[in-house]
């Protein structure tokens, strides 16, 4: 989703303002801009496509000036160009915006009938004559911010320049993130951290409906018309921890991070010396819940989906999982004295955040697995659980789900300790099994020759499927998903069972079909499934462990043998070899691993 970033400063802002959004790219965009104030006006340049567009550009039209915004844009209203390129401006403003005005239509008519030209297709700038036409009946920018805030419907995070006046920047938000940063005599308005770690290591998050006056030594937040204190913290961010090192994209060093954001996840939530799980501490007890709900979108539904697995066999608690951009549109009932789980990396996942929304107002205790603790969705749980990935900067998500099903089974382990579903043994084993986990995610990691071989064949398919059975169906469709996204072949994700229920039509000699398979209670079920394909002259890729590559490695068109594990862990390990399958395919093919097409990394509107 779209990037901000904006700097009240004291020095030319330009470069810095294009560094900030060089850290935005992972959040994906069509287009780019900056807008700065050169002796008290607003000059731009923009440009269509990648962020060297607006480099080139740049070095061509320089553009001085110590204040000034820049944006990163994902097209929502209005096609992707020059002219629909943020910032919006007219002879008094200069907007950056991330999200939707929902009411744009009906402003711009009114905006029309008051003799204003509109310049461009796009929602925001319905924002930018708002404010123009407060601004030219004499109000100061602040009272203009006041009296367009209650106009606007929607999602947004809006950060305003104003002509004339190089001592001030204001931003607003609702339902989109917004950041403050605080530096020595600047003054910071970010998307998040990450555009401002290079600046700064202060900042203050705006909650919903702030609204913050920016000058150079100051930030003054108000919220329904009064001044409001938003507390200033130090972010463990840094500009460092944001490069890609010596690998080729971020995509790869965040795979190759697997083992440690796993440790560092792990550290947090088991007791090794007791050989027990450490969990945190909860608003509620396990025991008294009757009935948990777990939501998210993308990648995380699907660790939510294999959440749903471990507590239901560990802790013998009913679950229900459900798409966040769904769920609150069916009213579903809920139980009172239930608990809803949001599972997001960014913990600003619009659809997500709406069902937690929706959750709450049913009387459910929040509980949040984030990987951002200072995010939306974190501010707004009773309880929040982080994952300890670290940044994830590739917008496909890969180090940040391992972690988040780490979280998943520690929690599913307590639970059935609480509930007395689960013994102490079986506890120590699983213990045990998850303390081992990084160093076999290591030997994963040093198969990449092996999966490069099978990328490069399944590269040449137009169609793949994914089948697995148990845990491993939620694999499947995450292995399905990175492929689609990152080398846009198609593939889906089955359980394996539903193979003779339709998808078996599909199985063909130019059909490769990736079969994900540990050895555990369903191997004989899986292994029919196979067959099946093998019958009927399929390509059956098999990702198993020496036991499942003893008994069908023989028939596949190709292999890989993965670290022998406990079956309850396996889909934590198995997650990674269908990562690096598509990302050597997408590798092979050349397409833009680390910013898919049309994709963003944190989907802040519906």
């Not at 996840?265 to 509620?284: E, H, M, Q």
């Not at 309850?568 to 395919?585: E, H, R």
Request: contains cysteine; glycine residues 8%.
């Amino acid at each position: 989703m779209c990037g901000i970033i904006g700097i009240v400063g004291i020095n030319p802002v330009t470069p810095r303002l294009v560094e900030g959004l060089r850290r935005l790219e992972y959040r994906g965009y069509d287009s780019s801009g900056v807008a700065t104030l050169i002796n008290g006006h607003i000059d731009r340049r923009r440009a269509e496509g990648k962020l060297t567009n607006l480099e080139a550009r740049l070095g061509l039209e320089p553009l001085a000036g110590t204040t000034g915004i820049a944006h990163t844009r994902w097209a929502t209203h209005g096609g992707v160009s020059e002219r629909n390129a943020h910032p919006i401006a007219t002879d008094r403003v200069a907007v950056v915006h991330n999200g939707i005005i929902e009411n744009h239509r009906e402003l711009k008519a009114e905006l029309v009938a008051e003799g204003r030209r509109f310049d461009s297709d796009t929602d925001t700038e319905a924002v930018a004559q708002l404010l123009t036409s407060f601004l030219e009946r004499q109000m100061s920018p602040e009272e203009a911010m006041a009296a367009t805030m209650a106009r606007l419907k929607g999602a947004f995070a809006l950060v305003c320049l104003f002509a004339g006046r190089h001592d001030l920047l204001i931003g607003a938000r609702r339902n989109c993130p917004l950041a403050v940063g605080y530096g020595e005599g600047e003054m910071y308005l970010g998307s998040d951290a990450l555009a401002l770690a290079p600046l700064t290591r202060r900042i203050a998050y705006l909650e919903e409906d702030d609204w913050v006056v920016l000058r150079h030594d100051e930030a003054r937040v108000f919220n329904a018309g009064k001044p409001v204190t938003r507390e200033i913290k130090t972010t463990a961010l840094s500009g460092a921890m944001i490069g890609k090192g010596n690998h080729r994209h971020f995509m790869l060093k965040e795979m190759h991070e697997h083992p440690e954001a796993v440790s560092a996840t792990l550290r947090s939530y088991l007791d090794p010396a007791a050989r027990a799980v450490s969990p945190p501490s909860l608003p509620f007890d396990w025991k008294d819940v009757p009935r948990l709900t777990i939501t998210a979108c993308g990648t995380a539904y699907y660790a939510a989906q294999i959440g749903k697995y471990w507590f239901e066999r560990l802790a013998r608690l009913p679950v229900e999982t459900d798409i966040g951009s769904e769920f609150r549109y069916r009213e579903a009932p809920m139980p009172a004295g239930g608990v809803c789980m949001a599972v997001s990396q960014s913990g600003e996942t619009a659809d997500t955040l709406a069902a937690l929304r929706y959750a709450r107002s049913q009387g459910q205790t929040i509980l949040s697995i984030v990987n951002v603790k200072e995010s939306a969705m974190a501010r707004e749980s009773d309880v929040i659980v982080p994952t300890h990935a670290g940044p994830e900067i590739s917008v496909a998500s890969t180090k940040a789900f391992t972690a988040q099903l780490v979280v998943l089974l520690t929690l599913a382990i307590s639970a059935g300790r609480a509930r007395g579903t689960l013994s102490a043994a079986r506890e120590a084993e699983l213990v045990d099994a998850l303390i081992e986990l990084p160093s076999r995610l290591a030997e994963v990691l040093g198969s990449h020759e092996a999966i490069v071989a099978i990328a490069n064949k399944v590269a040449e398919a137009r169609d793949v499927l994914y089948l697995g059975r148990g845990t491993s169906y939620p694999i499947a469709l995450e292995g399905a998903l990175k492929l689609k996204e990152l080398s846009y072949i198609h593939a889906e994700g089955y359980p394996a069972g539903e193979l003779k229920h339709g998808p078996i039509a599909l199985i063909a000699e130019d059909v490769p079909v990736v079969f994900v398979a540990p050895t555990d209670e369903l191997a004989d079920k899986i292994a029919s499934a196979f067959e099946q394909v093998h019958a009927r002259g399929g390509k059956p890729i098999l990702f198993s462990d020496a036991a499942g590559i003893a008994r069908l490695g023989s028939k596949a068109f190709a292999s890989l043998c993965l670290p022998d594990v406990d079956p309850m862990v396996a889909p934590i390990l198995y997650a990674v070899p269908v990562q690096m399958l598509a990302y050597y395919a997408a590798l092979a093919k050349g397409t833009d691993i680390d910013q898919p097409r049309n994709l963003a990394k944190s989907v802040v509107v519906e």
